[in-house]
């Protein structure tokens, strides 16, 4: 059970407002006292979460709802990311080998490289995509 | 994100600058494959990337691949730490021909 909800961010599924994305969790953390490496690995992760939702989930559709919230406890950070799309096919989202040079596919393999948990989920409604992100990590400083 | 093209020497060099992700690769990709098209070699400058992600590095892979299809040079210069951590990260960083400045490779001349 996580001690606390740092943020929770609502936005629309547009590439462009990826960057404020990017600049709030940045925010967050830095306020917590999260390292700087750490948090540009963190951004990395959640941004590609991120594209994948606008570009596979929502099929590029740029009115629908994303949610992202953060929570913490002593020793982990914990992201979930929450769609409104039609439940996906778990089966299908697979990082592709490195070895096998082509452009595209590298977002996932991202994720499972720099999270320490991913989980994917339907929502119980039936309607949208839940995918929990675990890092385990500790401030660096106490939170300013 | 900024991005231009010039022309030094033998290279189209195509500098970005500041952050790119999937809203701005499509102009990465269309940039760096239209000097392709048109037969130059092309250096693209990540000095000033401060943040790239799969979407900007898959427009490098593609510039790649397709320069080594044309007979083409495709290299990367003045690779920003950023930038070279998400390198990194894909194990890309061995991949691509990458050269410390753009003064080193075309003093070069190799």
């Known amino acids: 059970m996580y001690k606390k909800r740092l943020a929770k961010f609502q936005f629309k599924s547009r590439s462009k407002h990826l960057r404020q994305m990017r600049c ?9 006292g ?34 992202l919230e953060i929570f913490h406890d002593e020793r982990r950070l914990m992201f979930r990311l929450r769609d409104f799309a039609t439940p996906i096919d778990m089966n299908c989202i697979k990082s592709r080998k490195l070895d096998d040079l082509r452009p595209g596919g590298l977002g996932v393999h991202f994720i499972y ?32 | 994100m900024k991005s231009n093209v010039v022309q030094k020497g033998a290279y189209s060099v195509v500098s970005l600058a500041g952050e790119v992700d999937l809203y ?10 239209k000097q392709l098209h048109n037969d130059n070699n092309v250096l693209v400058d990540l000095s000033a990337v401060e943040y790239i992600d799969s979407s900007g590095i898959a427009s490098l892979v593609e510039g790649l691949q397709i320069a080594k299809s044309r007979n083409l040079e495709f ?6 730490e950023p930038a070279m951590q998400v390198l990194e990260l894909a194990r890309l960083d061995k991949v691509f021909p990458i050269y410390s400045s753009l003064g080193e490779k075309l003093d070069s001349g190799v």
């Open chain 1, 24 to 32: 709030s969790v940045r925010n967050v953390l830095q306020q917590y």
């Open chain 2, 75 to 80: 290299g990367l210069v003045g690779v920003s």
């Open chain 1, 34 to 67: 999260y390292p700087g490496d750490a948090i540009d690995n963190i951004v990395l992760a959640l941004c590609e979460a991120c594209s994948n939702v606008i570009q596979h989930a929502y099929g590029e559709e740029c009115s629908k709802e994303m949610v």
């Open chain 2, 24 to 33: 701005y690769s499509p102009k990465v990709r269309d940039q760096i494959l």
């Open chain 1, 113 to 144: 490289q720099i999270m320490d948990e991913v989980a994917y989920a339907s929502c119980s409604e039936g309607k949208g995509n839940i995918l929990e992100m675990t890092k385990q990590i500790v401030p660096s400083r106490e939170a300013g």
